[in-house]
């Protein structure tokens, strides 16, 4: 059964330093809050892994929380680069990061395996492209009916992974809904579990295209409104562009950057 | 670069060519950026049925702006169905249901291999950290057949792309079919110069169409290869009020929330 | 793009005989009046697919239309044996019935790998029983990662798949909801496929648990309200418990159950 | 077959033990019939937190009335979430997630394995076709642990079952481990006569507990194999009046609708 807890206190339960995380979210539902209290807590030699890392990731990159990554599409969504994340693998700074590199196709194959006790996943993917070559996790794998070779890619099996949902009820079932992602899979792929939620209600009345995760398949629920900002959460805010095209100049430079976090992320008791 | 036609920019007519290039009733697998431009103008004006899939995991978007992201919620709220991330890519992309897969491209080569990944020194230790992959290489082998759209000079339209991150025909002729890719590849690549297709042949992009004001030595100076170019080169027809009209009215909604 | 036709003329067109013909629904949603129809048009040497065969099976089995059935548990839900099955299989009446049989996990894969795309699918299954030495469809497969043993199961391919849903918009586009088992699954593995619905609306609006099925994905859809009975379509009918149970006795005695047939199906022009 | 106090029936014991041993918070995955009468029985007694899985797709369902089959419409109205098919299976039993798997049987035998498939004559022309495997062979395997529901009788209690489609401890002790079944296995086999357990070192049934008026010469005499017999066997607390009640409440709304 899911606990419901303060989020500083959930973190510094279930995240701990060489943790692999995921922190999950398709553009809508992204983790912030989460993301920025492991920042706060200074969380280090983590293996962060998400298939679009986006300003959260430059943020914890940044910031020197992370000794790898796993990914597929690092970029900030619609406007460009994440200059954190390309000054890590261009430079080292402020630590070198390891990646390990994938598709979407691959990546969401490995969080349905993980969610469904596989030990791997089977696509058609990759062939011809140069990540076979970097990436060790992408083997060839030939049907036993056909003899039709095709791509096997290995479960996720992250020690945490963190979403946030539009809402929980008082037992700890948590909704969402809205674009979903690969939530479900990544939450079902993990050994612990953390979910933000914009609200706890009495009843999660049934919303069309939601998601529910019961709270037996859920470690601790963290109510924190506006806790996905600048993404967003469908019924409670909109998606805050403005802030991911600003982020581009916060970003460029590592001292702007440094000022920035410090005065919004370190230097605040919790977000919003 | 080049010149234009005062009544249009480069990347208007770019725009125009690749949301003419999208037949109506179509399904179309988009990428955020130029391609969720040009699929949105061809929505608006003569494909009305085009079927807009996001990777985020919307089925039949029909967005009465245009998105940032490609998570933005006016693709959910208007949607036929959103369903997983998961679900999109191995129910939808990956048999083949797709018609039209719409790419960017950071570097495109002679057979139109696209890279995302990586510009310039080692992969460990690049020049240039792009941001990957994404859907694109699977978009790239199990669409119908893929559409690139992108802005043409020496430094995106290369020889060899540094790093092949989803292929269009290889090395050449053959290729798609020994690696298994089951779907056409890149059948056009739509510039802000012109249009380019492979030859049926070789495999290798050939200039076949030029934007107004084009000359094709303009279009040769700005590949990084020795340009093949069709018999008969023709010239794009030049965008319509009316195409200019809805383009301007989606590009000042851009990143407007719903 | 979806036609909206007659389910006479759908199934004139679409099934033929010696076609492979999967026709789910899981309690809930089964396409009874497609089946009557099937039988009425004298379908013959079907290779019949389906997790649940039940009633409306028992009854395309003992008209005999079907040369094999590929299945993981056919019987009379809450009620007991299929006797027309029984009659197939252990007494080859009325004519022998080949059986490719499976667990329901692995049928509920080989549809997911069919509508994937995928020559074959994974899953922990089967391991111990003897369903291995009886299914030549079920094999060993080995991760390349682990090394651990799983099981494989090929993907099922339908030529044509047949559902039962509550409604289609003009356009052709298909809604169901409440228990939606395995059917987007097989419609999506199926070359073709025939959705009979309660009834066509002007726009589906979205409902809790809802699965939309875009029009491009599916090839007939026809109206027939009352089509899943005595099956039930949920917001527009209850399960006929009373039918199932009355029908263990309808369906025990050979002729008892032909002039069935005759009276209930082959001279009603129409189901309903 | 067996002497009955007059204040319940045979089944009405079977059904309120079975209930008895699902504790409070259980995740439960129920197959029709017996078990989904023994589980629904233990939600509105002792257990009103029991989390009940049903195999068409249903997460916590909570039918007020006892389904007739096992994608009754109540099961859907009254679940936290209703998903597919393939996710109950690959999300949610496959992975080890669910504590206990509720199993009928036609056939048990000696190690507990299970037969729901075929009775005498061969695999393809055998003397009774049973309904099949449905999801049990998995349940036994993926369930932290199985318990199963049966009235005792020498046909159902065999010394080795005609077909084994669902594996208990196979041929004994070791079995489960070798072939990668990552559950306990059945635990507990509740019958209209008494309990029998694995015994921890042979994995063999054994006689743990008869029913109030039941002798353990009748549980032999109804047992196709030398029963084993646990050195003090339990006298199963009878029914109490209000599990009796409630029981006879839900019985007689079985099947009904809604």
Same mark, same amino acid.
């Given at each position: 059964?899911a ?19 995921? *922190? ?14 492991? $920042?706060?807590?200074?969380?280090t ?10 300003? $959260? ?35 080292? #700074? ?36 140069? *990540? ?5 996790? $992408? ?10 070779? *095709? ?55 049934p ?5 529910? *995760? ?17 993404? %967003?959460?469908?019924? %409670? ?6 802030? %991911?095209?600003?982020?581009?100049? $916060?970003?460029?430079?590592?001292e702007?950057?440094?000022? #920035? ?12 | ?18 949301s003419?290039?999208l037949?109506?009733g ?17 929505r ?9 899939i ?15 992201s ?18 999109v ?6 048999p083949?249901?797709?018609d ?15 890279n ?76 802000d ?8 042949? +070789? ?17 040769r100076?700005? +590949? ?15 965008? +319509? ?11 000042? +909604? ?5």
């Amino acid at each position: 059964m899911a606990q419901i807890v303060p989020l500083a206190a959930a973190v510094a339960d279930l995240i701990h330093d060489g943790d692999t995380v995921a *922190l999950e979210g398709f553009t809508h539902l992204i983790p912030f809050a989460a993301g920025h209290e492991i $920042i706060r807590q200074r969380r280090t030699d983590l293996t962060l892994v998400r298939m679009t890392p986006d300003v $959260i990731f430059d943020q914890l990159i940044g910031m020197g929380c992370a000794r790898k990554l796993v990914f597929s599409w690092g970029g900030n969504p619609g406007v460009g680069s994440l200059h954190r994340f390309r000054d890590a693998v261009e430079a080292g #700074w402020p630590r070198p990061l390891e990646l390990e590199e994938h598709s979407h196709a691959g990546m969401a194959n490995r969080y349905v395996a993980g969610a469904s006790g596989l030990p791997f996943a089977v696509l058609r993917g990759y062939v011809g492209t140069d *990540l076979v070559a970097q990436t060790s996790t $992408i083997k060839p794998i030939t049907c036993p009916f056909t003899g039709e070779v *095709l791509t096997a890619v290995p479960a996720l099996r992250p020690d945490v992974t963190v979403i946030h949902a539009q809402r929980a009820d008082r037992a700890g079932n948590v909704q969402l809904w809205g674009i979903v992602g690969v939530q479900k899979e990544a939450v079902l792929a993990a050994q612990r579990s953390l979910v933000t939620v914009e609200e706890v209600v009495d009843t999660l009345d049934p919303r069309p295209g939601a998601v529910v *995760l019961p709270t037996w398949a859920v470690t601790a629920v963290a109510v924190v409104p506006g806790g996905a900002h600048p993404s %967003y959460a469908q019924g %409670y805010s909109v998606r805050d562009n403005d802030f %991911y095209v600003a982020w581009d100049a $916060i970003s460029r430079d590592r001292e702007t950057f440094l000022a #920035w976090m410090r005065a919004n992320v370190l230097e605040v008791g919790r977000d919003h | 670069m080049t010149t234009s036609d005062p009544q249009w920019t480069p990347d208007e007519m770019m725009s125009v060519a690749a949301s003419r290039a999208l037949r109506d009733g179509a399904v179309c697998f988009v990428g955020i950026g130029l391609p969720s431009t040009a699929a949105n103008l061809a929505r608006h004006t003569h494909a009305p049925n085009l079927v807009l899939i996001y990777e985020s995991g919307t089925l039949g978007s029909k967005p009465g702006v245009l998105p940032l992201s490609i998570g933005d919620g006016v693709l959910a709220d208007t949607a036929d169905a959103v369903i997983s991330v998961p679900e999109v890519f191995n129910y939808w992309l990956q048999p083949g249901r797709i018609d039209v897969g719409f790419l960017g491209a950071a570097q495109i080569d002679r057979f139109a291999n696209i890279n995302t990944t990586v510009i310039g020194g080692d992969y460990r230790r690049p020049k240039v950290r792009l941001p990957g992959a994404g859907g694109a290489p699977e978009i790239a082998a199990s669409c119908r057949e893929v559409m690139v759209v992108v802005r043409q000079n020496p430094r995106t339209f290369v020889a060899r792309v540094d790093f092949i991150t989803s292929v269009g025909f290889g090395s050449g002729p053959g290729d798609r079919e020994r690696l298994g890719l089951r779907g056409a590849g890149p059948r056009t690549v739509i510039t802000d110069l012109g249009i380019l297709q492979p030859d049926p042949r +070789t495999c290798e992009l050939t200039l076949t169409h030029v934007h107004p004001g084009i000359d094709i030595d303009t279009v040769r100076a700005n +590949t990084g290869w020795d340009l093949a170019v069709a018999p008969e080169v023709a010239v794009t027809e030049p965008p +319509t009020p009316e195409e200019l009209a809805v383009l301007r009215r989606l590009e000042a +909604t851009k990143g407007g929330n719903r």
